[in-house]
C-alpha cells in the first residue's frame, strides 16, 4: 500500500522540465502563461468573467483581425475530406465584423476572404435592428412602410416603399364651386400619370366614377378625362391641368356647393 505524502515549500517551485499532474490543481493565485499556445482537451469550460479581451496587443496599427473560430469537416464530395472553419472576426482592413465558413486555410492572425472556400455564413435572429442594412448592393428604407406597401426599387440599388401595384392615393372634400387643387405631382420627376377618380356627392345622393390621363412636357399640361360613369344625367365636376412651381396640379371644379367628397388612386410615370 502506497504512502501518502505532500511537499510543501515556502520559496515556490521551479522546473527546467515538462510537468505533469495526473490530479486535480487549485491555483490560489494568478497563472501566467509565457508559451505560444494554450491546448485544453476538456470538454466543460467554465470561466467566471463576462468580457473576454482578445488581440491585446492591437493597440499600436490596427493590422490583427479579432475573432473567434473553429473547425469541421462536413463531408461534401468534391472537397478531399478537407478541414474547413467557420467563425465571426472583424476585418482590419475595412473594420467590418463578419461571419463566414467554408474556409480551408485556418485563420492566423488574419483570415483570408480570398482563400479557397471562403463564403459568407448564413444568419438567423429574430428581431434585427440596424442603422443601415444593405445586402447585395441594395439598399433599404432606413423604417417601415405603411399599411399594403410594397419595396420598389430605383434601379440603381435604392429601394422605397410605394403602394401595392405601384398605386398610391388620396382624398379630397370641399363644398367651393371654386377650382381647387385634388393632387399634385413633380415635373421634374414624372412625366405622366393615370387617376382614378371616385366622387360622391351624398346630400343629393349622385355618384360619378371617371378616369384622367395626364402628361406634360415641362410648361405646359394636359388631361383627357374618360370612361365617366354617372348615377344622374350631369357631372359633379370638371376637371384640369396647370403647372405651378415646377409642380403639376390637379385641379377640379365641383358643379355644386354640396359637400362633395373625391377619393382618387393614381400612377405615376417616371421621367
Do not use: C
Not at 505560444?36 to 490596427?62: C, P, Q
Not at 485563420?107 to 428581431?127: K, Q
Not at 429601394?159 to 401595392?164: E, G, N, P, R, Y
Request: net charge negative; hydrophobic share 30%; no cysteine.
Amino acid at each position: 500500500m502506497g504512502t501518502q505524502t505532500k511537499f510543501l515549500t515556502d520559496f515556490g517551485l521551479q522546473t527546467s522540465g515538462d510537468l505533469q499532474v495526473d490530479g486535480n490543481t487549485v491555483i490560489t493565485g494568478n497563472l501566467t502563461v509565457n508559451g505560444t499556445s494554450i491546448t485544453i482537451d476538456s470538454t466543460t469550460v467554465s470561466i467566471s468573467d463576462s468580457m473576454f479581451e482578445l488581440a491585446s496587443g492591437n493597440t499600436s496599427t490596427d493590422t490583427l483581425d479579432i475573432g473567434i473560430y473553429g473547425n469541421y469537416n462536413d463531408g461534401l464530395s468534391g472537397e478531399g475530406g478537407a478541414s474547413e472553419y467557420t467563425g465571426l472576426f472583424r476585418d482590419a482592413s475595412d473594420s467590418t465584423w463578419k461571419l463566414f465558413d467554408g474556409l480551408e486555410v485556418e485563420p492566423t492572425t488574419t483570415t483570408n476572404v480570398a482563400g479557397s472556400g471562403f463564403a459568407y455564413a448564413d444568419l438567423r435572429v429574430g428581431d434585427l435592428t440596424a442603422t443601415t442594412l444593405t445586402a447585395a448592393s441594395l439598399s433599404y428604407p432606413s423604417s417601415d412602410g405603411t399599411s399594403g406597401q410594397v419595396l420598389t426599387t430605383n434601379g440603381s440599388g435604392s429601394l422605397s416603399f410605394v403602394s401595392a401595384a405601384g398605386l398610391d392615393g388620396g382624398t379630397l372634400t370641399t363644398t367651393s364651386t371654386s377650382a381647387t387643387s385634388m393632387d399634385s405631382f413633380a415635373i421634374g420627376t414624372y412625366r405622366s400619370a393615370k387617376y382614378e377618380v371616385s366622387i360622391s356627392d351624398a346630400t343629393s345622393g349622385k355618384y360619378e366614377f371617371t378616369e384622367l390621363s395626364i402628361v406634360h412636357n415641362g410648361t405646359v399640361g394636359s388631361v383627357s378625362q374618360y370612361g365617366t360613369v354617372l348615377t344622374s344625367t350631369t357631372e359633379l365636376a370638371s376637371f384640369g391641368v396647370d403647372i405651378n412651381i415646377n409642380t403639376l396640379r390637379i385641379r377640379v371644379t365641383p358643379a355644386s356647393t354640396n359637400s362633395t367628397v373625391f377619393k382618387f388612386k393614381k400612377i405615376l410615370v417616371d421621367i
